[in-house]
């Protein structure tokens, strides 16, 4: 009960600031920008250790999509349309990770990069650079544990772990070029959900199920969810540690990063940049009457 309670005032504080920010600023997007932008701006500011021990929690919680989607793959077969089914399993990670406030590497790729636009500094570009080395360390060593734990503990019969093998093998089948392709999709849509969310209200657990269905469907790599699956094989001794760096790893990072970043946020802050000088040029002019 009392969680409930704490979710649903947090719901209604986001909305009124929302709606607070919408008044007060010249567009939605520009509201939507500068509450993405504070929230990137206090992650900045968060202690390393802080972040590390969030980012693990995160790439632990992020086995929940793999978990999810093989034990579906096991309990529906022959059934129509499975594939569409099973792919919900993904999105359950995702959920834990993001009503559970803990680091993500591709949210954090739009979330924590707007600051930096707004503020192009060098001071900036460290904070930004730290950001991202602390919370992707974090987020593989999450999935590295939770691929061992499903691995060696005896919770899982053999065709769901064989189920958590095909996964990885599929994912393995991209050449290098389709893990980068692919990857800036998927970097793509978690930056369009993450700049969807504030604006959510109630509806957004159906946003991120939306979003994250849709990174599985289109059959898209990313860098978190495909490490607990690279994982899986390594330990199980069906891939090596270069397999996971290549054709893996890299190629999914950049993919995740120019899709996240130098597509979505890009173009997010371009549209409001006239807005924000517009601001600027006023609250100059208004210093100078006072």
């Not at 803990?102 to 500094?121: D, G, I, R, S, Y």
Request: aromatic letters at 8%; glycine letters at 6%.
């Amino acid at each position: 009960m009392m969680t409930t309670l704490h979710k649903d005032a947090t719901t209604d504080t986001d909305e009124k600031q929302m709606e607070q920010a919408e008044k007060a600023m010249p567009s939605r997007a520009m509201a939507t920008h500068e509450h993405i932008r504070h929230d990137g701006e206090k992650e900045l500011e968060r202690d390393a250790m802080a972040l590390l021990w969030s980012a693990i929690a995160a790439g632990l919680s992020m086995g929940a999509s793999m978990l999810v989607k093989g034990i579906l793959h096991v309990q529906l077969p022959g059934v129509p349309a499975a594939f569409l089914l099973e792919s919900l399993g993904y999105t359950v990670g995702f959920i834990i990770v993001i009503m559970a406030r803990q680091q993500l590497f591709t949210e954090n790729t739009v979330t924590a990069v707007l600051p930096f636009m707004h503020k192009p500094t060098r001071g900036n570009f460290l904070l930004l650079l730290r950001l991202w080395c602390v919370v992707l360390l974090g987020n593989l060593i999450g999935t590295a544990l939770a691929a061992l734990a499903f691995n060696f503990m005896p919770v899982f019969d053999e065709p769901t772990r064989s189920a958590f093998s095909e996964m990885g093998a599929a994912v393995m089948e991209n050449s290098p070029v389709e893990m980068f392709t692919k990857a800036i999709v998927s970097g793509w849509l978690v930056a369009t959900m993450v700049w969807m969310l504030p604006a959510a209200g109630s509806a957004k657990i159906l946003v991120i199920v939306l979003m994250t269905w849709l990174i599985a469907v289109a059959d898209t790599t990313h860098i978190v969810v495909g490490s607990v699956e690279i994982f899986y094989l390594i330990f199980n001794g069906e891939a090596t540690w270069y397999s996971f760096l290549w054709p893996f790893a890299l190629p999914t990072l950049a993919g995740n990063i120019i899709g996240g970043t130098f597509i979505f946020a890009l173009i997010s802050h371009a549209q409001i940049r006239n807005d924000l000088a517009n601001e600027r040029k006023a609250k100059q002019e208004k210093e100078k009457v006072d």
